[in-house]
């Protein structure tokens, strides 16, 4: 079964300190990937996504992610985080063997410490 | 201007009451999306209605029913409520699936007492 797995719960980080968020996929068939990040009391919002080309995405607020085929991951960087960084972010994966269904990570919370 | 919103916000009630969640989108999207965030954040689909027509309907207790009156809006009802159903809800809408990304409402904070 399709599935992402977010190797970090959570990601303690200093501000202005580069940070490295994990995410594994599993579909061995063509996937389109995302990353959302949710603030505190409110909806998710789309970051960055891959759908095919280049295998670096860059998306809102200085985050980018590398999609890596042969290890099946898809990480999201950032080399200068800000307090107001502090979220849950979330990879996210559709297509696969999973129809239309968009399969999401457990999340992880990354908190930017002064 | 609100792409998805969901009302009400906030939902306390009682167990055995029964209760709707509505969401509307202005944004034109032919897909509408539930899902159910718990306590740790799991992210769960629930439901994703396609023009109208459900097309997701994951294993959830039958007490929960959606209705989409037109592309517009989905609406959720849940009946009997029980203890374990308090959670956030989120109500989402894409343009298609698979490709295009989601929009996601303010959530709907339900607390079963």
């Known amino acids: 079964a399709q599935s992402v797995t977010q190797l970090d719960s959570q990601v303690p980080v200093f501000e202005e300190a580069p940070v490295e968020l994990r995410c594994n996929y599993s579909?061995?068939?063509?996937?389109?990937l995302f990353w959302y990040v949710q603030y505190p009391n409110q909806g998710l919002q789309l970051l960055l996504k891959?759908?095919?080309?280049?295998?670096l995405v860059k998306g809102i607020n200085g985050f980018e992610a590398e999609f890596n085929k042969s290890q099946t991951s898809f990480h999201l960087r950032k080399p200068s985080v800000h307090i107001s960084d502090t979220a849950e972010y979330f990879c996210?994966?559709?297509?696969?063997?999973?129809?239309?269904?968009?399969?999401f990570g457990a999340g992880t919370r990354l908190f930017v410490k002064a | 201007d609100t792409a998805v919103s969901q009302t009400p916000k906030y939902l306390v009630t009682q167990m055995g009451n029964d209760k709707s969640i509505k969401c509307e989108q202005n944004?034109?999207?032919?897909?509408m999306y539930w899902y159910k965030q718990d306590s740790k954040k799991f992210l769960k689909i629930m439901f994703s209605?396609?023009?109208?027509?459900?097309?997701i309907n994951e294993t959830v207790p039958n007490r929960f029913s959606p209705k989409s009156p037109d592309k517009a809006h989905l609406n959720l009802h849940i009946n009997s409520l029980e203890l374990g159903d308090s959670a956030v809800y989120f109500c989402?809408?894409?343009?298609?699936?698979?490709?295009?990304?989601?929009?996601f409402g303010p959530g709907t904070r339900l607390t079963v007492t």
């Open positions: 989402a809408s894409s343009l298609g699936s698979k490709t295009y990304e989601q929009y």
């Open positions: 579909s061995s068939v063509s996937v389109y």
């Open positions: 891959y759908l095919s080309g280049s295998t």
């Open positions: 996210a994966e559709s297509g696969g063997t999973g129809g239309f269904k968009t399969i």
């Open positions: 944004l034109g999207h032919d897909t």
């Open positions: 209605y396609n023009n109208k027509e459900l097309i």
